[in-house]
């Protein structure tokens, strides 16, 4: 399954310039989630985090991850049609390349353990072949 920006927007609340994630290319729930962010010189945080030697923010990979997970927890729950609020419980993280303006960003998710209203989650950024972070998020949510 394949979702673009449109229907992202129908699960997550985020929106630019905090929307981190630009497509879904791959979906299977309960087993894989892979998504992009293209990352495009005009983001605004690249004007003030080393405008001379432009690197994308650590925290902002994370929480494209975590956006991603919360996709890929969505359909693997069979949430469709509920709001949900999510909370970060968890995240461990290693940050093994830099990032910067023109790259693509695959953003890949795994499942570690879901549970009816949380989970842990395997998470890898790679930029072509090289992973550039990987994190173990832990989270939770709420309907509302």
């Known amino acids: 399954m394949e979702l673009n ?3 992202i927007q129908k699960i997550i609340p985020h929106r630019f310039p905090f929307l ?3 497509r879904v290319i791959e979906l ?4 894989k989630l892979v998504a992009v ?16 030697e432009k690197v994308m923010p650590g925290v902002l990979m994370v929480e494209a991850m975590a956006q991603a997970g919360c996709v890929y927890f969505y359909y693997s729950k069979n949430m469709q049609g509920k709001n949900l609020i999510y909370y970060l419980a968890k995240t ?11 790259d693509q ?3 890949e998710v795994k499942t570690i ?3 009816a209203k949380a989970g842990f989650l395997d998470c890898k950024c790679f930029v072509g072949e090289d992973v550039v972070c990987e994190a173990e998020i832990g989270f939770g949510i709420k309907e509302v």
Do not use: C
């Open 5 to 7: 920006i449109a229907e």
């Open 20 to 22: 981190m994630i630009d």
């Open 28 to 31: 299977e729930p309960n087993v």
């Open 37 to 52: 962010k293209n990352v495009s010189v005009n983001e605004a945080h690249f004007q003030g985090h080393f405008p001379d």
């Open 92 to 102: 461990t993280v290693k940050f093994l390349k830099v990032v910067t303006p023109g």
């Open 105 to 107: 960003l695959r953003i």
């Open 113 to 115: 353990k879901l549970l």
